[in-house]
């Protein structure tokens, strides 16, 4: 599975961005997926932002919930992370991952990070 994150970039406290990751289509059993946005500060470990399982349901971490929303366009096989009104705290590296349920170890939730498909992400930087 390629994925490819684009859409990141600088901007100002209380602003907004909206994040893209574009990915190989799954096919078969295995098109059934969980596809989620993770982050990561610099010297601080990954964390989950947001997962949306293959029936549409969607998790947050509490850091996002109510600001950011996690979509995907199948026929245009993007995941998308819409941002608003950012903080200086979600400054990160973000990452989108991707893995079909059939083989997952874990729930698709943002709690559980061992997906087995990531981008090599996209910055976000938010300023005060």
């Known amino acids: 599975v390629d994925l490819r994150e684009s859409g990141g970039g600088s901007v100002e406290a209380g602003g907004s961005l909206r994040l893209s990751c574009t990915y190989s289509p799954l096919t078969g059993p295995y098109s059934a997926n969980c596809m989620g946005w993770f982050r990561q500060a610099t010297g601080k470990e990954r964390e989950g932002v947001a997962t949306?399982?293959?029936?549409?349901?969607?998790i947050y971490a509490d850091s996002v919930k109510g600001r950011f929303t996690i979509s995907k366009d199948n026929d245009k096989n993007t995941l998308y992370l819409q941002m608003n009104s950012l903080k200086p705290e979600d400054t990160a590296m973000y990452y989108c991952?991707?893995?079909?349920?059939?083989?997952?170890?874990?729930?698709?939730?943002?709690?559980?990070?061992?997906?087995?498909?990531w981008g090599k992400g996209t910055l976000v930087t938010v300023s005060s």
């Open positions: 949306i399982n293959s029936d549409g349901s969607t």
């Open positions: 991952a991707a893995e079909p349920l059939l083989t997952m170890v874990g729930a698709c939730d943002p709690a559980f990070s061992g997906l087995a498909h």
